[in-house]
């Protein structure tokens, strides 16, 4: 058993504006954890991995397949693995969240 406290990672800004902090980690999965600034971009990507998330602070508006799904606190989403998809805050207020990768993450490219 692992307990990961978010006071004990270190975050990493992948993106201008967007900060994020591997937390927890398994075989099969792993928790992360993400800060998106006011006016900060996710850029369009895809990834092998299937992603659930949940927004505790702020709204994030995302993009995929030509639709937007706008996400607030107590919202959780669900993106496939290899789906396209990108992210933006488009509000007044940082956005804050987990998402849970499975397979999991390793060393994203963010990281180095």
Same mark, same amino acid.
């Given at each position: +058993? ?5 006071? *004990?990672? *270190? ?7 967007? /900060?994020?902090?591997? +937390?927890?980690?398994?075989?099969? +999965?792993?928790?992360? /954890? ?10 369009? %990507?895809? /990834?092998? %991995? ?12 995302? %993009?995929? $397949? ?6 607030? &606190?107590? $919202?959780?989403?669900?993106? &496939?693995?290899?789906?396209? %998809?990108?992210?933006?805050? =488009?509000? *007044? ?5 987990? *998402?849970?990768?499975?397979? &999991? =993450? ?7």
């Amino acid at each position: +058993m692992e307990r990961v406290s978010l006071s *004990d990672t *270190d975050s990493s800004e992948a993106a201008d504006g967007v /900060h994020l902090a591997i +937390m927890a980690g398994a075989e099969e +999965m792993n928790v992360q /954890h993400f800060e998106i600034e006011p006016g900060a971009t996710v850029e369009e %990507h895809s /990834h092998p %991995h299937e992603q659930t998330g949940f927004i505790y602070e702020g709204e994030l508006t995302f %993009h995929s $397949d030509g639709e937007e799904l706008v996400c607030g &606190p107590g $919202d959780s989403y669900a993106i &496939p693995g290899e789906q396209s %998809h990108a992210a933006e805050n =488009r509000g *007044d207020e940082t956005v804050r969240g987990v *998402d849970v990768f499975s397979p &999991p =993450r390793e060393s994203p490219a963010w990281q180095d």
